[in-house]
Every structure is written in C-alpha cells, then in structure tokens.
Nanobody, 120 residues
C-alpha cells in the first residue's frame, strides 16, 4: 500500500500564492507519475497538473502560466506552486500517484485532499 499526505492548503486572497506538497510513503517500487487534481463544489474532479518521473509536465489550460508542478524523486514528493490565485481556483486539491510494482503492475493512489480557498 501507498499513502499520500498533502499539506499546504488554506485561505488566501485573490492574487496571492500557496504551495502544496504531497509526500508518498509505503511499499513503493517506482512512482511513474504524480499529479494534482481539484474538485470544486458541484463540479467534477479535474486535472490541474501532472509530472512524470523524467520531469515531463502537463497543465490544465486554466492554470498555465500561474501554477508550477515540481517533483523530488528522492523524497517521493510532488509540489504545486500556485501564483496569481483566483476565486475560481477554490477547490479541494487531491494528490495522485501512479505507482508500479516490481512486475510493472500499476495502480493509482489518492490523497485525502487539502482545501484551497481564494477570497475576492
């Protein structure tokens, strides 16, 4: 089993910044990719940003130029630097990791989420 623990959410004014962190622990052979998703009230969960083990990234169009995802492979940790936050960024943010075992069988793992609230 793999556990993901997020931190860094909170309340911030529009235009402000927050940095989310997510640390993975447990039985890990290799983490193929890690990412952040978010879910606002009444909406579906959506991808915010994702990063692979070789550093390739992809972002939702709505956050490009404002958010930056990074990863520390040695610490099995992923970060999301969020700048120029908008009220529309308010949501529960969930960490995700796609982990493979020694036989390259993969599984998705999720954190419990951290709330980001952006006030206008």
């Amino acid at each position: 089993q793999v556990q993901l623990v997020e931190s860094g959410g909170g309340l911030v004014q529009a235009g402000g910044s927050l940095r989310l962190s997510c640390a993975a622990s447990g039985s890990i052979f290799r983490i193929v990719s890690m990412g952040w998703y978010r879910q606002a009230p009444g909406k579906q969960r959506e991808l915010v940003a994702r990063i692979t083990s070789d550093g390739s990234t992809n972002y939702a169009d709505s956050v490009k130029g404002r958010f930056t995802i990074s990863r520390d492979n040695a610490k099995n940790t992923v970060y999301l630097q969020m700048n120029s936050l908008k009220p529309g960024d308010t949501a529960d943010y969930y960490c995700n990791a796609y982990v493979v075992d020694s036989k390259w069988r993969g599984m998705d793992y999720w954190g419990k989420g951290t709330l980001v609230t952006v006030s206008s």
